[in-house]
Protein backbone atom coordinates (compact mmCIF):
# COMPACT_ATOMS: atom_id res chain seq x y z
CA UNK A 1 0.00 0.00 0.00
CA UNK A 2 1.08 3.65 -0.74
CA UNK A 3 2.27 4.93 2.35
CA UNK A 4 4.36 7.25 4.24
CA UNK A 5 7.25 5.62 6.31
CA UNK A 6 8.95 7.35 9.38
CA UNK A 7 11.44 5.08 10.63
CA UNK A 8 12.38 6.52 14.09
CA UNK A 9 9.88 5.72 16.26
CA UNK A 10 11.74 7.06 19.48
CA UNK A 11 14.95 9.32 19.25
CA UNK A 12 16.53 10.68 22.54
CA UNK A 13 19.18 13.11 22.25
CA UNK A 14 21.54 15.22 24.97
CA UNK A 15 21.41 19.02 24.01
CA UNK A 16 23.45 20.55 21.29
CA UNK A 17 23.27 17.04 19.15
CA UNK A 18 22.47 17.21 15.69
CA UNK A 19 19.13 15.58 14.89
CA UNK A 20 17.80 13.99 11.45
CA UNK A 21 14.64 12.31 11.31
CA UNK A 22 13.30 10.00 8.51
CA UNK A 23 11.06 10.55 6.12
CA UNK A 24 10.33 8.21 3.04
CA UNK A 25 6.67 7.85 0.93
CA UNK A 26 6.09 5.69 -1.75
CA UNK A 27 3.28 7.46 -4.27
CA UNK A 28 4.88 8.12 -7.78
CA UNK A 29 4.40 11.47 -9.07
CA UNK A 30 4.33 14.85 -7.52
CA UNK A 31 3.88 15.09 -4.23
CA UNK A 32 3.48 18.35 -1.35
CA UNK A 33 5.76 17.45 2.27
CA UNK A 34 5.21 18.67 5.23
CA UNK A 35 6.84 18.43 8.56
CA UNK A 36 4.47 18.94 11.59
CA UNK A 37 5.18 19.09 15.47
CA UNK A 38 3.57 18.88 18.35
CA UNK A 39 4.93 19.63 21.39
CA UNK A 40 3.55 18.39 25.03
CA UNK A 41 0.31 19.45 25.67
CA UNK A 42 0.00 21.51 22.68
CA UNK A 43 -1.91 21.91 18.99
CA UNK A 44 0.30 20.41 15.97
CA UNK A 45 1.56 23.01 14.46
CA UNK A 46 3.22 22.95 10.45
CA UNK A 47 7.34 22.97 11.14
CA UNK A 48 8.10 23.53 7.36
CA UNK A 49 7.02 22.31 3.63
CA UNK A 50 7.90 21.48 0.17
CA UNK A 51 5.70 22.52 -3.01
CA UNK A 52 8.34 23.19 -5.91
CA UNK A 53 11.87 24.71 -6.25
CA UNK A 54 14.92 24.59 -3.74
CA UNK A 55 14.78 21.28 -2.58
CA UNK A 56 16.47 22.13 0.92
CA UNK A 57 13.57 24.12 2.41
CA UNK A 58 13.79 26.27 5.70
CA UNK A 59 11.29 26.12 8.52
CA UNK A 60 10.74 27.29 11.73
CA UNK A 61 12.94 27.24 15.19
CA UNK A 62 16.12 26.43 13.19
CA UNK A 63 14.81 23.56 11.35
CA UNK A 64 15.08 22.22 7.97
CA UNK A 65 14.49 19.33 5.58
CA UNK A 66 15.92 18.18 2.17
CA UNK A 67 13.52 16.64 -0.52
CA UNK A 68 15.23 13.87 -2.42
CA UNK A 69 13.31 13.05 -4.84
CA UNK A 70 15.29 9.98 -6.00
CA UNK A 71 15.07 8.28 -3.00
CA UNK A 72 11.51 9.36 -1.82
CA UNK A 73 12.65 10.79 0.86
CA UNK A 74 12.00 14.06 2.96
CA UNK A 75 14.21 14.04 6.01
CA UNK A 76 13.87 16.70 8.97
CA UNK A 77 17.54 17.63 10.34
CA UNK A 78 18.43 20.48 12.94
CA UNK A 79 22.17 21.29 13.67
CA UNK A 80 22.25 21.56 17.06
CA UNK A 81 18.70 20.80 19.25
CA UNK A 82 17.55 22.20 22.47
CA UNK A 83 16.07 20.71 25.43
CA UNK A 84 12.63 22.49 24.28
CA UNK A 85 12.75 20.47 21.20
CA UNK A 86 10.81 18.13 23.05
CA UNK A 87 7.78 16.74 20.74
CA UNK A 88 6.29 14.46 18.43
CA UNK A 89 7.17 14.97 15.05
CA UNK A 90 4.93 14.15 11.99
CA UNK A 91 6.13 13.85 8.38
CA UNK A 92 2.69 14.07 5.81
CA UNK A 93 2.35 14.06 2.15
CA UNK A 94 -0.11 14.89 -0.12
CA UNK A 95 -0.06 12.58 -3.18
CA UNK A 96 -0.71 13.10 -6.45
CA UNK A 97 -4.52 12.94 -7.29
CA UNK A 98 -6.32 16.00 -6.21
CA UNK A 99 -7.62 15.17 -3.01
CA UNK A 100 -5.35 17.42 -1.34
CA UNK A 101 -6.21 15.71 1.40
CA UNK A 102 -2.36 14.74 3.78
CA UNK A 103 -1.47 11.06 4.80
CA UNK A 104 0.47 11.31 7.67
CA UNK A 105 3.14 9.04 9.45
CA UNK A 106 3.33 7.32 12.46
CA UNK A 107 5.42 10.13 14.41
CA UNK A 108 8.66 10.24 15.61
CA UNK A 109 9.00 11.35 19.32
CA UNK A 110 12.09 12.73 20.05
CA UNK A 111 13.33 13.54 23.96
CA UNK A 112 16.13 15.62 24.29
CA UNK A 113 18.12 15.87 27.93
CA UNK A 114 18.98 18.76 29.23
CA UNK B 1 -7.85 35.21 17.81
CA UNK B 2 -8.89 33.20 14.60
CA UNK B 3 -8.55 29.45 15.38
CA UNK B 4 -10.11 26.13 15.98
CA UNK B 5 -12.12 25.23 19.53
CA UNK B 6 -12.62 21.26 19.93
CA UNK B 7 -15.01 20.84 23.47
CA UNK B 8 -14.45 19.06 25.57
CA UNK B 9 -10.84 18.45 26.14
CA UNK B 10 -11.89 15.20 27.96
CA UNK B 11 -14.46 12.95 27.97
CA UNK B 12 -15.87 9.53 29.16
CA UNK B 13 -18.11 7.28 27.64
CA UNK B 14 -20.30 4.07 29.04
CA UNK B 15 -19.86 1.75 26.73
CA UNK B 16 -22.90 1.46 24.21
CA UNK B 17 -23.28 4.96 24.30
CA UNK B 18 -22.42 7.58 21.19
CA UNK B 19 -20.90 11.21 22.12
CA UNK B 20 -20.34 13.87 20.22
CA UNK B 21 -17.40 15.90 19.69
CA UNK B 22 -17.42 19.82 19.10
CA UNK B 23 -15.11 21.11 16.63
CA UNK B 24 -15.74 24.98 15.59
CA UNK B 25 -13.46 27.47 13.32
CA UNK B 26 -13.88 31.01 12.97
CA UNK B 27 -10.93 31.09 10.05
CA UNK B 28 -13.66 31.24 7.28
CA UNK B 29 -12.05 28.50 5.87
CA UNK B 30 -13.81 25.54 3.71
CA UNK B 31 -12.58 22.40 4.77
CA UNK B 32 -12.72 20.62 7.87
CA UNK B 33 -10.98 16.92 8.77
CA UNK B 34 -11.53 14.71 11.58
CA UNK B 35 -8.50 12.78 12.65
CA UNK B 36 -7.54 10.03 15.29
CA UNK B 37 -4.35 9.90 17.13
CA UNK B 38 -3.35 6.84 18.72
CA UNK B 39 -0.06 6.47 20.07
CA UNK B 40 2.97 5.02 17.74
CA UNK B 41 0.18 4.91 14.72
CA UNK B 42 0.22 8.85 13.92
CA UNK B 43 -3.13 10.45 12.16
CA UNK B 44 -5.47 8.38 10.76
CA UNK B 45 -8.18 10.29 8.66
CA UNK B 46 -11.72 9.45 9.83
CA UNK B 47 -14.29 12.12 7.85
CA UNK B 48 -13.17 15.22 5.84
CA UNK B 49 -15.81 18.13 4.33
CA UNK B 50 -14.85 20.10 1.95
CA UNK B 51 -17.60 22.39 1.43
CA UNK B 52 -21.08 22.53 3.25
CA UNK B 53 -23.46 20.16 3.55
CA UNK B 54 -20.85 17.25 1.96
CA UNK B 55 -18.41 14.91 3.11
CA UNK B 56 -16.48 12.37 2.61
CA UNK B 57 -15.28 9.06 4.37
CA UNK B 58 -11.70 8.74 5.30
CA UNK B 59 -9.68 5.62 6.09
CA UNK B 60 -11.28 4.59 9.59
CA UNK B 61 -14.86 6.00 8.88
CA UNK B 62 -16.54 2.88 10.53
CA UNK B 63 -18.25 3.43 13.92
CA UNK B 64 -18.42 7.00 13.21
CA UNK B 65 -20.47 9.95 12.15
CA UNK B 66 -20.25 13.32 10.87
CA UNK B 67 -22.41 16.73 9.56
CA UNK B 68 -21.49 19.94 8.24
CA UNK B 69 -24.52 22.19 8.81
CA UNK B 70 -22.50 25.22 9.10
CA UNK B 71 -19.29 26.11 7.54
CA UNK B 72 -18.21 26.98 10.96
CA UNK B 73 -18.86 23.53 12.64
CA UNK B 74 -17.92 20.23 11.79
CA UNK B 75 -19.20 17.50 14.49
CA UNK B 76 -17.78 14.11 15.19
CA UNK B 77 -20.12 11.43 16.40
CA UNK B 78 -18.51 8.40 17.80
CA UNK B 79 -21.26 5.97 18.20
CA UNK B 80 -21.63 2.72 20.26
CA UNK B 81 -20.78 0.51 16.63
CA UNK B 82 -16.98 1.88 16.90
CA UNK B 83 -15.38 -0.78 18.95
CA UNK B 84 -11.94 0.91 20.08
CA UNK B 85 -13.13 3.99 20.59
CA UNK B 86 -10.94 5.48 23.40
CA UNK B 87 -8.31 7.69 21.76
CA UNK B 88 -7.10 11.22 21.05
CA UNK B 89 -9.47 12.95 18.30
CA UNK B 90 -8.27 16.24 16.66
CA UNK B 91 -10.00 18.36 13.99
CA UNK B 92 -8.51 20.50 11.43
CA UNK B 93 -9.42 23.13 9.19
CA UNK B 94 -7.87 24.60 5.74
CA UNK B 95 -8.81 26.91 3.20
CA UNK B 96 -9.45 23.92 0.60
CA UNK B 97 -8.20 23.23 -2.76
CA UNK B 98 -4.59 23.98 -3.14
CA UNK B 99 -3.55 25.75 0.11
CA UNK B 100 -2.50 23.08 2.09
CA UNK B 101 -2.24 25.06 5.58
CA UNK B 102 -4.12 22.54 7.79
CA UNK B 103 -4.68 24.67 11.09
CA UNK B 104 -5.48 22.26 14.35
CA UNK B 105 -7.67 22.16 17.11
CA UNK B 106 -6.20 21.68 20.57
CA UNK B 107 -7.79 18.20 20.61
CA UNK B 108 -10.22 15.71 22.59
CA UNK B 109 -9.10 12.85 24.29
CA UNK B 110 -11.85 10.08 25.10
CA UNK B 111 -12.23 7.56 27.51
CA UNK B 112 -14.76 4.34 27.51
CA UNK B 113 -15.42 3.39 31.02
Known amino acids: AQSVSQHNHHVILSEAASLELGCNYS??????LFWYVQYPGQHLQLLLK??????LVKGIKGFEAEFIKSKFSFNLRKPSVQWSDTAEYFC????????????FGRGTSLIVHP | DGGITQSPKYLFRKEGQNVTLSCEQN?????MYWYRQDPGQGLRLIYY???????QKGDIAEGYSVSREKKESFPLTVTSAQKNPTAFYLC????????????FGSGTRLTVV
Open chain 2, 49 to 55: SQIVNDF
Open chain 2, 27 to 31: LNHDA
Open chain 2, 92 to 103: ASSIGGTDYGYT
Open chain 1, 50 to 55: YFSGDP
Open chain 1, 92 to 103: AVIPPGGSYIPT
Open chain 1, 27 to 32: YGGTVN
